[in-house]
């Protein structure tokens, strides 16, 4: 899937299957029209590391306080660490 997601959204995603596999990140898929526009890499300890959209474009700021804020709502992330506020802004 990570290799088909990273050709529909122009980048690497598929690079990231080994460590989705080990444990040591989550991929988030996120679709509008069921169309695949972001992808968001959690680590193990509930940190974003990447958070991006096509071709690994930034996601549009109200998308990105959408999507972030329902991350922290089902526990998935904490947007009161050090790591994770800057992207909750």
């Known amino acids: 899937d990570l290799a ?6 122009s980048n690497c995603l598929g690079d990231f299957a ?3 596999v080990s444990g040591q990140s989550v ?22 590391r990447q ?3 096509t071709a690994n474009r930034a996601p549009r700021p109200s998308d990105r306080r959408l999507i972030v804020g329902t991350l922290a709502e089902v526990g998935a992330i904490d947007t009161d660490t050090a790591h994770n506020r800057p992207w909750a802004g």
């Open 51 to 53: 958070f991006c959209g």
């Open 4 to 9: 088909r997601w990273g050709r529909l959204m």
């Open 18 to 20: 080994a460590a989705a």
């Open 27 to 48: 991929i988030i898929g996120v679709r509008r029209s069921n169309r695949l526009v972001y992808a968001v890499e959690l680590t193990s300890s509930g940190e974003i």
